[in-house]
């Protein structure tokens, strides 16, 4: 266990360098705190991270990544592995990643992370980024910018898989769960959705433009947006939303579009799917 401890650097507890593994079973970080990054664990780019059955709670990094910071190109698994309170202040609660950061996460769970300045309340990874999420929850986690619960760079590849995405709120700006830069492909298939909220664009997804959007099977409902348009998605120009399945319940903005706001020359397709009182 790692309790309590601090660093006026970055990583709280760990500090590792450029193209290093690091391996953590059976472990707990608690009231861990940096002043810069990684509130527990910092690496440095192209390394690898393994974590399994772990807990990060009330870890803390007054700049980004509440728990971790990954450099350029790193890997990172996580399996059993639960956020709990973490917070980064100007970005990733619990997760910081720079551009081409791989990200999975098995099992595991992101629940009242914050980014009190910042973007992506539970995660922020750059661009040309890959992150996958197969079952466990992202749960009333929160960002002052874009992405309650994930701000994701251009050009990415993001999924999830069987995951509980509920109560995250972007409190300023746009995607109450996922923002998303351009040219991002997001995939979301057997999940629940639900009372996700924004200020402006996308109650639970806002995407730039030439972003591709798959939803199978997926349950969306009391999505919103408090000002703007798309109560559970919006998308820019020249992107596409295909929704296969699933259903879209009770989803409201405050200006146009109370369920999908779609750019200029942009497609969207809709198959044995349900859109109710939206």
Do not use: P, W
Request: net charge negative; aromatic share 8%.
């Amino acid at each position: 266990e790692f309790i309590k401890g601090s660093s006026k650097g970055s990583g709280g507890s760990i500090r590792a360098g450029d193209n290093s593994v690091v391996d953590l079973k059976l472990f707990k970080a608690e009231e861990v705190s940096t002043e810069n990054s990684g509130g527990f664990l910092l690496v440095g780019k192209d390394s690898q991270i393994n974590m399994e059955n772990g807990e990060y709670v009330q870890t803390t990094a007054e700049a980004n990544g509440g728990a971790i910071a990954l450099g350029q190109d790193c890997t990172m698994i996580a399996v059993n592995t639960a956020f709990n309170l973490t917070t980064g202040r100007m970005g990733g609660g619990a997760i910081f990643g720079e551009g081409g950061s791989k990200i999975t996460a098995t099992d595991s769970e992101f629940t009242n992370c914050a980014s009190e300045k910042g973007s992506g309340g539970a995660l922020y990874i750059g661009d040309i980024s890959n992150a996958t999420f197969v079952r466990g929850r992202g749960i009333d986690n929160s960002a002052y910018g874009s992405g309650g619960f994930c701000k994701v760079g251009s050009a990415s590849v993001l999924s999830f898989h069987g995951f509980e995405m509920e109560g995250n709120m972007a409190t300023q700006n746009s995607g109450g769960c996922i923002n998303a830069d351009s040219g991002v492909q997001l995939t979301c298939s057997n999940n629940n959705v639900a009372s996700n909220s924004a200020k402006s664009y996308g109650g639970a997804v806002y995407a730039r433009s030439t972003a591709s959007v798959l939803l199978e099977n997926v349950i969306s409902s009391s999505n919103e947006v408090r000002e703007g348009f798309g109560g559970y998605i919006y998308i820019g120009d020249g992107s596409t939303v295909n929704v296969d399945s699933g259903r879209i319940e009770d989803c409201t903005a405050y200006g146009d579009a109370g369920s999908i706001s779609l750019g200029t020359n942009g497609q969207f397709s809709l198959q044995t799917a349900q859109i109710l009182g939206s």
